[in-house]
């Protein structure tokens, strides 16, 4: 089955339908322009009660590599999804690339750290939106798709075969709230997939 992170976690109902449905990783947003920016309080209370072999990823875009490092010791959270190059361990880095043509291919090859691509829009993550998949035919290394994702184009998604999927605004009702129907077909979707 592919690789899923459920992404824009905001409370521990959500999370845990996450983990029950099959959810590899969940993501919570530290940047604070985010409608689904969660203090790291809550989040840490949220993380202390995630089981095991569940990762935990924090979403940062405007902190250092010090902030970073320390949220991410105090939360408990196991990766860092980074939005420019910091001087982070690549094993513990995931590095978000907004596609907007061709050309942001070439950040792709060349980050260190393992690439998250998503579509390219003002604001950071969570936007909806799809860039164009057909130029990830181009790309010669593993990558987690992520833009856009939602239940109408999930065939489309995993028939590009990519190492993971990160999915936020496609499964809401609202911002930092799940839909649980659209949750639980989408983990339908993806198991009758295999």
Same mark, same amino acid.
């Given at each position: &089955? ?28 530290? @940047? ?34 010090? /902030? ?14 980074? @939005?420019?190059?910091? #001087? ?20 792709? /090859?060349?980050?260190? @750290? ?5 579509? @390219? #829009? ?32 999930? /065939? ?26 659209? &949750?639980? /077909? ?9």
């Amino acid at each position: &089955m592919v690789r899923v992170k459920i992404c824009g976690i905001t409370n521990l109902e959500d999370a845990l339908l996450s983990v029950e449905l099959g959810t590899h990783a969940l993501g919570f947003v530290f @940047y604070k322009g985010s409608k689904r920016y969660i203090r790291p309080e809550d989040a840490k209370a949220i993380v202390r009660k995630i089981p095991p072999f569940v990762t935990k990823v924090g979403v940062f875009v405007e902190e250092d590599e010090i /902030e970073i490092q320390n949220l991410m010791k105090g939360i408990g959270l196991d990766l860092a999804q980074i @939005y420019r190059d910091v #001087s982070l361990d690549p094993r513990i880095a995931i590095r978000a690339v907004r596609i907007r043509d061709e050309e942001d291919l070439i950040e792709v /090859e060349k980050t260190p @750290y393992f690439p998250l691509l998503d579509a @390219y #829009s003002e604001a950071y993550g969570g936007g909806g939106v799809r860039f164009d998949w057909n130029l990830l035919k181009k790309v010669k290394r593993d990558f987690i798709l992520a833009g856009g994702i939602n239940l109408e184009n999930l /065939e489309d998604a995993l028939s590009i075969k990519p190492y993971a999927i990160d999915v936020c605004s496609g499964l809401e009702e609202s911002p930092g709230k799940k839909d649980k129907r659209k &949750m639980k /077909e989408f983990f339908e979707r993806i198991r009758n997939h295999e």
